[in-house]
């Protein structure tokens, strides 16, 4: 399985790039990274800014269709995704979990999706996709249809429960992203 993170924000609300805030010490980008090498054999950074992460001994891509939003990111991540499946996160989630990603890696079998449902709803950026998603999501990307959660019903999606997220984080702590500077202070 391929990992993917998507950097392609334009962090507005933030002000400066999410990635490469620091939690405990250290940055988002560098943890996810490390989690990724452990997990993955093949580490891919989607971003517009391909120069700011030069240091980083990743594949860097930058998106094939410009201007599509998160979906649009993940289509690139997954064209150039050499393994048949490929988990699928943001640059800006400072607590996501080994052992919870590794689970849903077993979960995949013939599903082209494997997504968790929180309290909040599900999270297409902390999922798994098949590159047999590509064909669907093209379709959307071409019809301006980004939102991400209405290729669920054109896949074969398992939806983790709430229950089962709650068994290794019941504060969901592992999906909070960091989107302003108020969230940083909540941290």
């Not at 971003?47 to 201007?67: E, F, S």
């Not at 098949?130 to 054109?154: E, Q, S, T, W």
Request: proline fraction near 4%; hydrophobic fraction near 45%; glycine fraction near 6%.
């Amino acid at each position: 399985m391929t990992g993917i993170i998507l950097s392609g924000g334009r962090n507005t609300r933030m002000g400066t790039n999410k990635a490469f805030l620091e939690v405990d010490g250290e940055r988002i980008l560098d943890r996810t990274i490390r989690i990724f090498r452990d997990l993955f054999d093949e580490v891919i950074l989607v971003t517009n800014a391909p120069l700011d992460y030069l240091d980083y001994d990743v594949r860097i891509v930058t998106d094939i269709i410009k201007g599509k939003a998160a979906l649009g990111g993940i289509y690139t991540g997954l064209f150039y995704a050499s393994h048949d499946h490929a988990f699928v996160s943001p640059c800006d989630l400072p607590f996501i979990r080994r052992d919870f990603i590794a689970f849903m890696m077993e979960q995949v079998g013939t599903y082209d999706i494997v997504v968790p449902q929180t309290t909040g709803g599900v999270e297409a950026l902390h999922a798994i996709y098949a590159r047999r998603c590509m064909p669907v999501m093209k379709r959307h990307i071409d019809r301006d249809a980004l939102k991400i959660n209405a290729i669920f019903r054109k896949s074969r999606t398992l939806i983790l429960p709430k229950e089962t997220i709650a068994s290794f984080d019941p504060s969901e702590a592992m999906f909070f992203n960091v989107n302003t500077p108020d969230d940083l202070l909540k941290l």
